[in-house]
């Protein structure tokens, strides 16, 4: 063989290499994947104008998984938001999972607490607590961060927002296509000091 076609093989053994290696590690680093069909989320109902908490379709992808739930629910957040506010947007960063407990620290909590309403706080609070607890291992959420006039820290579990419409997509779940519909929890998140289980 002459020198040159060894080393075009030579390259090409090299190239075809790297574009194994880049499709399995994408494979396997899937996060850019995740979004709002696998986290819950709040939409408003077109009939009643109450808030309603809707199971993504395929959450059950990645419940084992809490970082991923975590990933989709922080992308599915900002990607819901304004543009310009990307940056200030809460986001959640787990801490620890303790007998049943996700610990998380809310990043810019500012925005939680004193920008985003009432309601909107409220509906950011029981999308990330819902999206948590679809996790086998989790049923209750320990949410760290400044209390605020919107929103106070605390531990959060579904029944905290037992009240809050929530519907599951068809297909998603062992509650296929239920649907209920409520009003938003009203002074949710006043932390006496007990915990919200």
């Not at 030579?10 to 290696?21: D, F, K, N, P």
């Not at 499709?23 to 850019?32: E, G, P, Y």
């Amino acid at each position: 063989m002459k020198p040159h076609m060894i080393k075009t093989l030579w390259i090409s053994a090299v190239v075809i290499a790297a574009l194994i290696g880049t499709i399995r590690f994408m494979k396997k680093n899937d996060f850019a994947n995740y979004g709002r069909d696998h986290a819950w989320s709040v939409e408003e109902d077109a009939n009643s104008g109450a808030d309603r908490l809707v199971r993504g379709a395929r959450i059950n992808e990645i419940r084992d998984d809490v970082n991923k739930l975590i990933f989709a629910l922080n992308r599915s957040f900002r990607d819901s938001g304004p543009d310009e506010a990307a940056a200030e947007l809460p986001h959640l960063r787990l801490q620890a999972i303790d007998k049943g407990v996700a610990r998380v620290e809310i990043i810019n909590s500012g925005y939680l607490t004193e920008r985003m309403g009432t309601s909107g706080a409220q509906g950011y609070l029981a999308a990330a607590t819902y999206t948590l607890t679809e996790s086998p291992s989790i049923k209750a959420v320990e949410f760290i961060f400044a209390a605020g006039e919107h929103a106070m820290p605390g531990i959060y579990s579904r029944e905290t927002f037992s009240d809050f419409g929530s519907r599951q997509e068809t297909g998603s779940g062992p509650a296929s296509g239920e649907t209920t519909t409520g009003q938003s929890s009203q002074g949710m998140g006043e932390n006496d000091g007990k915990d919200r289980l």
